[in-house]
């Protein structure tokens, strides 16, 4: 299948400072990143969804200012939480849906291929 | 509100026995996705099924696609310890719009 890395894995940061989160797809053209956010025994909320080279499609509640997503590239989006506060602390997953050859087989515009996911703690 | 209740949240068995999860909704999915999830990681799909009274195998695990595309279920047939994890389903609500909806998931941990 597809694969989708993240970086970083872990990052911990201190209350007020901003985080960058990065979501490549190494093996095929990503026309469409999501982004999830998921807390301790909870499921995948999702935040936005972009496209490449247009702006962010936020979810109702999730503050598109706070959250800045970036999708440059059809191999690349990034998540910024500016501002940190201890309550961003979560579970980013990203998510990526396109076409191309990947892992042998062709992938599906329809299915998304889930990044490992970023663990982020604001202190 | 959630759109899709998944059940049990959680399950304990002992290695050998079968089990069987449950996805339900009031809404029509065009299509819908089991995953699972191990700790610290992403969501890895398992199966994509589409068509209503679909049934799909993958070794040991069997999803049905109700005939109202409305709820999804997940059979495992003899559980293994390597299969403890927590399984994801979440449904696409229209066709082409790559949205998802989660269920809550449901733990499963399989005792040797």
């Known amino acids: 299948g597809a694969v989708v890395s993240q970086h970083p894995s872990r990052v911990i940061c201190k209350s007020g400072t901003s985080v960058k989160i990065e979501c490549r797809s190494l093996d095929f053209q990503a026309t469409t990143m999501f982004w999830y956010r998921q807390f301790p025994k909870k499921s995948l909320m999702l935040m936005a969804t972009s496209n490449e080279g247009s702006k962010a499609t936020y979810e109702q509640g999730v503050e598109k200012d706070k959250f800045l997503i970036n999708h440059a590239s059809l191999t690349l989006s990034t998540l910024t939480v500016t501002s940190a506060h201890p309550e961003d602390s979560s579970f980013y997953i990203c998510?990526?849906?396109?076409?191309?050859?990947?892992?042998?087989?062709?992938?599906?515009?329809?299915?998304?291929?889930f990044g490992p996911g970023t663990r982020l703690t604001v202190l | 509100t959630q759109l899709l209740e998944q059940s049990p949240q959680f399950l304990s068995i002992q290695e050998g026995e079968n089990l069987t999860v449950y996805c339900n909704s009031s809404?029509?999915?065009?299509?819908l996705q089991w995953y699972r999830q191990e700790p610290g990681e992403g969501p890895v799909l398992l199966v994509t099924v589409v068509t209503g009274g679909e049934v799909k195998k993958l070794k040991r695990l069997t999803f049905q696609f109700g005939d109202a595309r409305k709820d999804s279920s997940l059979h495992i047939t003899a559980a293994q310890p390597g299969d403890t994890g927590l399984y994801l389903c979440?449904?696409?609500?229209?066709?082409?719009?790559?949205?998802?909806?989660f269920g809550k998931g449901t733990k499963l941990t399989v005792n040797p």
């Open positions: 998510s990526a849906s396109g076409w191309g050859l990947a892992g042998g087989s062709q992938t599906s515009t329809d299915t998304q291929y």
């Open positions: 809404s029509v999915f065009s299509s």
């Open positions: 979440a449904g696409e609500l229209g066709r082409g719009s790559e949205k998802l909806v």
